[in-house]
């Protein structure tokens, strides 16, 4: 599936996830942003309006969040 807008972003890796959320809707306005922690459980579904931003312990982002 084809989403509008920027899709993934790799440069906010280690940025606090607070940040990198708002830095995601600033650059995507089509696009919610949700923080997880690392290891907990979120549905599966594709949704071209989402972005899971997977955070560590301490609340830094983990792995790229992408569009999905």
Do not use: H, Y
């Not at 890796?13 to 990198?20: F, H, I, K, Y």
């Not at 989402?50 to 609340?59: A, F, L, N, S, T």
């Amino acid at each position: 599936m084809l989403c509008a807008g920027k899709g993934s972003w790799p440069e906010l890796v280690g940025v606090d996830g607070e940040e990198a959320a708002a830095v995601i809707i600033a650059e995507n306005r089509g696009v919610t942003t949700r923080i997880v922690e690392m290891g907990s459980f979120v549905i599966q579904d594709f949704r071209c309006d989402r972005v899971w931003v997977w955070v560590d312990k301490q609340g830094k982002v983990a792995r790229v969040p992408i569009v999905g």
